[in-house]
């Protein structure tokens, strides 16, 4: 197992260890507060910016609050406090504990508190006070969903606390944080599984990879790191995690996370029939599940593809006697037809696989809906076996729309290789100009593929799309002379030309 599992690194925070710089040298800055929903990283980022903190020469300390400690005042910082300062009049001994903290001290004390939202009430007052005497810099988490009082609430209040949120990591930042704690590259279907069930949670992704590399699920080759097929393995520690996070809904909200597990997606009007919609609403704010609204119908899905296998490992089986009306592996109220989509993203995110046609389908449909990275996901899940001309079209062009065009390039280059028919070489070819056009790759490049690709068409009308294509790129390219010469044979209407996007760049810039 590589060393790194011990610790991972940190990935895809720059801004935030930026703006904690910034937050650190100004003085008028009392506190820096991570919020985020569980299992994003906001502890990870937290203890980072203490230990940059100590590096420059602060003096540090932490402090980690809990339910426990919160039913004893001062409970969570009291291994903090200075020794023989009387608390029993908080006004005093707050003063005093002050005055303690800041005596020969030529730089303010940085405190972090992990789980804040925990603290109880006086443990808040006396750090806001340190906090508005400039004593104290805070470093705190909170978690986003929990309930707080007041005077938690009251310490990442003002203009004088600066507050990140954190998202999910994007599968970029889950290919960097995978290849800096695997020490390599991580195989494309490994890295889309790993992706998909974790659904870019720190947390949850780390706990797949240990479960993954203790069953022997994850190997490496020497060169590239492997996942074998079939459902990937979890740790105890995950299952305990997503447990607790989905206790949060009760006896009277279970219901209403088991059918969506069972079911995929789950009408909201056969969810309210099973629990109150004040408890969904509930559910919905804790986000355990999400309503959502897909033109006439309103249905209800869990917010993270691994509750549902937490929730379905719970269940009985179906010829139980425990299993009851809604507890068994199929309900009937579970609705009968799927959209590609959704079926394709639920198939993947459940199982790390789908039907290489319903992969294709779903493709298509998130492609003219404009749902770049849905496409690109989808078919990058297509085993390779099952790529053709028009699915790596498709990808390619799903790149070039999004800006990567680097991937774009090496995509449309294999669906190059593909191609059966005149219609195929010329619909690859052109996209595959225009990438390298706006990649800001050398003209000469960009024309020499155009240049190939007529050669390979016997067609005149094929040839001369190529040459509209070329006139295009000259003029874009800084030679309008050139460029101009060859569009004037451009046709005057629309309807008279071939490939539709190929006529309106020569009619725009000719």
Sequence with gaps: MPEQMGRWPLVGRRQELEAFAGALADPGCWGFVVGGSAGVGKSRLAEECLERAAAAGFRVGRATASTAAGAVPLGAIAHLLPAGVDLSDPVTGFAAVARRLTVGAGLR????????????????????????????????????????????AALWGGDAVHRVDLTVLNSRQVEALLRASLGGPVARRALHELSAASGGNVLYLRELVLGALASGYLTEDGELWHLAEGRLPATARLTEVIGARLAAAGATGRPALELPALCESLPLADAEAVVRPQVMAALEQAGLIRVVQDRRRTTVLLTHPLYGEVLRAGLPAPSSPAAGPGRTRRDPRCAPRRRPVRVATWRLTATGTADPALLSQAAAVARHAHDYPQTVALLQALPEKHHTTATGLMLGNAFFEMGR????????????????????????????????????????????????????????????????????????????????ALLEDLETEVRGAGDVNVWLRGAWIG
């Excluded at 004390?109 to 810099?137: E, F, I, N, T």
């Excluded at 986003?144 to 938690?152: F, I, K, L, Q």
């Excluded at 294509?469 to 800084?478: A, K, L």
């Design 109 to 152: 004390r940085v405190l972090l508190v992990d789980d804040m939202h925990l603290l109880d009430s006086a443990s808040a007052m006396l750090l806001r006070q340190l906090m508005d005497s400039g004593a104290l810099l805070l470093i705190g988490t909170v978690r986003s969903g929990e309930p707080y009082g007041e005077a938690v």
């Design 405 to 484: 065009w680097e991937e774009a390039e090496a995509v449309l280059v294999r669906a190059d290789a593909l191609v059966r028919g005149e219609q195929d070489q010329v619909a690859v070819a052109l996209v595959r100009t225009i990438n390298l056009l706006w990649s800001n790759a050398p003209l000469a490049e960009a024309l020499a593929v155009n240049a190939a690709a007529r050669d390979r068409i016997s067609s005149e009308a094929g040839r001369h799309e190529f040459t509209v294509n070329e006139g295009f790129m000259r003029i874009v390219g800084g030679l309008p002379s050139q460029g101009l």
